[in-house]
């Protein structure tokens, strides 16, 4: 694992700030593998055959985007010739930026090397360095592993522990958030009802989400005003996180801070705070536009906003979501006006880092209208991502199977939602809803005053199991058996205590068409004993017959733990 970052001295435009590029023993040519996709199917991931020539990803919204995850692969294109040694390993770079990127794989014909690149976006951004001045490029991670099937855990390691504030539960909770049960109709004794039905569940915190600040009845209106809606809240928050504590849980809040509807009181005081380009009318995007960060007022204002909402309140969550891309950015006449994604970027990092310093209780979420904002940075600075506004199971599955390929379940924030989805619509049991959820940080999303006291009581159930299970699930080395897309689909986790004590492995199962197989699992030492049950499965029964799924917890998805008993 390396680190490089450059320091540019110039007294001239800078067009392209790359950090270090690594050049690494592949070649000729490579296969590439990338993380592609759209919102709502972030994470695909995608293998491009280069034999020569340039690869190139990125993003120009200003955001990490979901389009792609700054992260790419490269392998031989040839993996079963003969043993080369490490010429045949398999590497992977990462760029720890979430402003606009780029990222280029160079394969240079008949050798025996490939250059992997990454920086800043240098095609719609310029970095004008004053006489004396500086620029520090981002920060560029690379991993090697001897297999393609190694590279996930190889990255969920190095995360874990470099990135990672820590392991604690108080920071990876069970979290439930009240938006698909209410939207923008937000009542002070709904959510108190809502809240008592979680606590019954066995959640950790309660989380209101957007529609609880002044004007905010739609997306239309509101975005801007940081305060509380009195006719929501007669009495402030107060009452109802009092109502929340007393109950047990946590209380966590959604906030955006950096945008603006146009209906809004922070707009028609400061239309000069917003991103423009040139003289083109401004355009809305979910009926809002994009505050300048670059500008210090704007950052000193989001800064004030969030320290009046967590000063004298016990919020200890924040969900900090961004719903729109930067289609618009720039600032007409300012000197450095086209550093704006590169001043955007760096805004957002001291805001986090305040909330982080100020505020160290706080578990911080990171969104941008679901993955748009998940690099190895955002990870750096935040506690959980929402990696996919798409919360329907197969669907979120495939998004979760894409996203553990780079990045650490001990973020991987996911919901059991009611069905039917917007875009995901076959149905599936609630414990499949709840086991794909718990594939990561588990939360609840449905509307718990319509369940019924059978899926009431199974979400007990499962909620009390992961709680159980979450340090293996966050901290366990993960293994992914089959495909999301057919037949059965297994994800392994196994964690062994540093000191060598117990050894536990999850396994959570979903089939699709009613396929029911035995999964072989590699790499165990010694007997377990199937949590439940009286089976005890040798490492070499494991490793060749295979584990039964039996099915038990539903018909379409199923939870195994196996214990070491010796």
């Given at each position: 694992?390396?680190?490089?970052?450059?320091?540019?001295?110039?007294?001239?435009?800078?067009?392209?700030?790359?950090?270090?590029?690594?050049?690494?023993?592949?070649?000729?040519?490579?296969?590439?593998?990338?993380?592609?996709?759209?919102?709502?199917?972030?994470?695909?991931?995608?293998?491009?055959?280069?034999?020569?020539?340039?690869?190139?990803?990125?993003?120009?919204?200003?955001?990490?985007?979901?389009?792609?995850?700054?992260?790419?692969?490269?392998?031989?294109?040839?993996?079963?010739?003969?043993?080369?040694?490490?010429?045949?390993?398999?590497?992977?770079?990462?760029?720890?930026?979430?402003?606009?990127?780029?990222?280029?794989?160079?394969?240079?014909?008949?050798?025996?090397?490939?250059?992997?690149?990454?920086?800043?976006?240098?095609?719609?951004?310029?970095?004008?360095?004053?006489?004396?001045?500086?620029?520090?490029?981002?920060?560029?991670?690379?991993?090697?592993?001897?297999?393609?099937?190694?590279?996930?855990?190889?990255?969920?390691?190095?995360?874990?522990?470099?990135?990672?504030?820590?392991?604690?539960?108080?920071?990876?909770?069970?979290?439930?958030?009240?938006?698909y049960a209410t939207t923008f109709d937000v009542r002070a004794d709904h959510q108190l009802a809502l809240a008592r039905r979680a606590a019954d569940?066995?959640?950790?915190?309660?989380?209101?989400?957007?529609?609880?600040?002044?004007?905010?009845?739609?997306?239309?209106?509101?975005?801007?005003?940081?305060?509380?809606?009195?006719?929501?809240?007669?009495?402030?928050?107060?009452?109802?996180?009092?109502?929340?504590?007393?109950?047990?849980?946590?209380?966590?809040?959604?906030?955006?801070?950096?945008?603006?509807?146009?209906?809004?009181?922070?707009?028609?005081?400061?239309?000069?705070?917003?991103?423009?380009?040139?003289?083109?009318?401004?355009?809305?995007?979910?009926?809002?536009?994009?505050?300048?960060?670059?500008?210090?007022?704007?950052?000193?204002?989001?800064?004030?906003?969030?320290?009046?909402?967590?000063?004298?309140?016990?919020?200890?969550?924040?969900?900090?979501?961004?719903?729109?891309?930067?289609?618009?950015?720039?600032?007409?006449?300012?000197?450095?006006?086209?550093?704006?994604?590169?001043?955007?970027?760096?805004?957002?990092?001291?805001?986090?880092?305040?909330?982080?310093?100020?505020f160290p209780a706080v578990t911080l979420e990171a969104c941008a209208s679901g993955g748009g904002r998940v690099d190895t940075e955002v990870l750096?600075?935040?506690?959980?991502?929402?990696?996919?506004?798409?919360?329907?199971?197969?669907?979120?599955?495939?998004?979760?199977?894409?996203?553990?390929?780079?990045?650490?379940?001990?973020?991987?924030?996911?919901?059991?939602?009611?069905?039917?989805?917007?875009?995901?619509?076959?149905?599936?049991?609630?414990?499949?809803?709840?086991?794909?959820?718990?594939?990561?940080?588990?939360?609840?999303?449905?509307?718990?005053?319509?369940?019924?006291?059978?899926?009431?009581?199974?979400?007990?159930?499962?909620?009390?199991?992961?709680?159980?299970?979450?340090?293996?699930?966050?901290?366990?080395?993960?293994?992914?058996?089959?495909s999301p897309a057919v037949g059965q689909y297994v994800v392994q986790y196994r964690r062994t205590e540093p000191d060598g004590g117990a050894d536990?492995?999850?396994?959570?199962?979903?089939?699709?068409?009613?396929?029911?197989?035995?999964?072989?699992?590699?790499?165990?030492?010694?007997?377990?004993?199937?949590?439940?049950?009286?089976?005890?499965?040798?490492?070499?029964?494991?490793?060749?017959?295979?584990?039964?799924?039996?099915?038990?917890?539903?018909?379409?998805?199923?939870?195994?733990?196996?214990?070491?008993?010796?």
């Amino acid at each position: 694992m390396g680190a490089d970052r450059q320091h540019l001295h110039r007294s001239d435009p800078a067009h392209r700030a790359f950090g270090g590029s690594w050049e690494l023993p592949v070649g000729p040519g490579a296969r590439v593998g990338v993380l592609a996709g759209a919102w709502s199917r972030e994470f695909t991931p995608v293998t491009v055959d280069l034999p020569a020539g340039t690869f190139a990803i990125g993003s120009r919204t200003g955001l990490t985007s979901h389009l792609y995850a700054p992260v790419v692969s490269v392998r031989p294109r040839e993996p079963d010739a003969p043993d080369g040694g490490i010429i045949h390993a398999t590497f992977s770079v990462a760029l720890a930026w979430s402003g606009s990127w780029s990222m280029t794989v160079d394969a240079v014909p008949f050798r025996d090397r490939v250059r992997v690149g990454a920086g800043v976006d240098d095609e719609t951004g310029v970095v004008e360095l004053e006489p004396g001045a500086s620029f520090t490029t981002p920060r560029t991670y690379a991993i090697r592993a001897a297999e393609p099937a190694d590279l996930p855990g190889a990255w969920h390691g190095f995360q874990r522990t470099v990135l990672r504030r820590d392991a604690a539960a108080h920071h990876h909770p069970v979290v439930y958030n009240s938006w698909y049960a209410t939207t923008f109709d937000v009542r002070a004794d709904h959510q108190l009802a809502l809240a008592r039905r979680a606590a019954d569940l066995g959640a950790e915190v309660f989380v209101v989400d957007d529609g609880w600040f002044r004007g905010r009845t739609s997306d239309a209106a509101g975005l801007g005003d940081w305060d509380v809606d009195p006719a929501k809240f007669p009495d402030g928050l107060g009452p109802l996180i009092d109502g929340v504590r007393d109950l047990g849980m946590r209380f966590g809040i959604w906030v955006e801070p950096e945008c603006v509807n146009p209906d809004s009181d922070l707009f028609r005081a400061h239309p000069d705070w917003v991103y423009r380009a040139g003289e083109r009318p401004l355009v809305t995007v979910r009926n809002q536009h994009v505050l300048d960060l670059g500008r210090p007022e704007v950052e000193a204002f989001v800064a004030d906003m969030l320290r009046r909402l967590l000063t004298g309140r016990d919020i200890t969550y924040l969900k900090w979501d961004m719903n729109r891309p930067v289609g618009d950015g720039g600032r007409p006449g300012e000197p450095h006006g086209l550093e704006w994604s590169i001043q955007h970027a760096r805004a957002y990092y001291r805001l986090l880092d305040l909330v982080r310093s100020e505020f160290p209780a706080v578990t911080l979420e990171a969104c941008a209208s679901g993955g748009g904002r998940v690099d190895t940075e955002v990870l750096a600075r935040s506690d959980v991502v929402w990696a996919s506004d798409e919360t329907g199971p197969r669907d979120r599955l495939a998004i979760q199977h894409g996203f553990l390929s780079a990045y650490s379940a001990s973020w991987m924030a996911s919901w059991a939602t009611d069905e039917p989805d917007r875009l995901d619509t076959e149905p599936t049991s609630l414990a499949f809803r709840f086991l794909v959820a718990m594939c990561g940080v588990l939360g609840v999303g449905g509307d718990l005053g319509a369940w019924s006291p059978a899926d009431l009581a199974t979400a007990r159930d499962l909620v009390g199991a992961y709680r159980g299970l979450r340090p293996v699930i966050l901290d366990g080395d993960v293994t992914r058996h089959g495909s999301p897309a057919v037949g059965q689909y297994v994800v392994q986790y196994r964690r062994t205590e540093p000191d060598g004590g117990a050894d536990t492995v999850v396994l959570l199962a979903f089939s699709r068409g009613g396929v029911r197989e035995h999964v072989r699992l590699a790499g165990l030492d010694g007997s377990y004993r199937v949590r439940g049950s009286d089976a005890i499965v040798s490492a070499a029964d494991a490793a060749g017959a295979g584990i039964e799924i039996g099915y038990r917890v539903a018909p379409d998805a199923d939870l195994v733990v196996l214990d070491r008993v010796g």
